[in-house]
Every structure is written in C-alpha cells, then in structure tokens.
C-alpha cells in the first residue's frame, strides 16, 4: 500500500511564509507526478500546483508567482514553498500522487491534509 504524509501547516499572518512536504511510502514503482490541492467550503477542489516525473509544473492562477512546487524523487517527496500568503489561501491542503501499479495503471493516492490558516 502507498501512503502520504503531509507536514508542515499551521498559523501565519498575511505576507508571511509556509513550507508544506508531503512524502510518500510504501511499494511504489512509479511515480507519474505528484500535486497539492485545496477546497474551500461549497467550492470545488483546487488544483494548486502540479509537478510530473520530467519536471514540468504548473500553477492555479491565483498562486502564481507566489507559490513554489518542486520535488525530491530520491525521497519520493514533494513541497510547496508558499510565499505572499493571503486570508483566501486558508484551507486544508491535500497531497496527490498519481502512481503506476503493474495490472492496473495510474490509481492516485490522497493525504490526510494539513491546515493552512493566513489570519492577523
């Protein structure tokens, strides 16, 4: 079984600066990419940010030049640096990897989350 560890969250004024890491666990053969998401009460789930296998990433719009995603693949983790931090960034955010299992194909797995909360 594949588990994700999300750490990291917590309490910070607006302007301020949070890390989130997320590492995954378990039999792992391949790793398609992993992400991080957000869902605010009554709104659809979030994409955030996105990085795959080879590298490439991309961003909500609202994140953009703000939030930073990159990985360690010997370590099978990602991190989102979160800089510039806004009230409206409060939310849990939620670990995604997309992993190749042999017989079935890409199955995503999901963290636990962990709470982000920008208030003064």
């Known amino acids: 079984q594949v588990q994700l560890v999300e750490s990291g969250g917590g309490l910070v004024q607006p302007g301020g600066s949070l890390r989130l890491s997320c590492a995954a666990s378990g039999i792992i053969f391949s790793i398609n990419s992993m992400a991080w998401y957000r869902q605010a009460p009554g709104k659809e789930r979030e994409l955030v940010a996105r990085i795959t296998s080879g590298g490439s990433t991309n961003y909500a719009e609202s994140v953009k030049g703000r939030f930073t995603i990159s990985r360690d693949n010997a370590k099978n983790t990602v991190y989102l640096q979160m800089n510039s931090l806004k009230p409206e960034d409060t939310d849990v955010y939620h670990c995604?990897?997309?992993?190749?299992?042999?017989?079935?194909?890409?199955?995503?797995?999901w963290g636990q989350g962990t709470q982000v909360t920008v208030s003064s």
């Open positions: 995604n990897a997309r992993i190749w299992e042999p017989g079935v194909g890409v199955a995503d797995y």
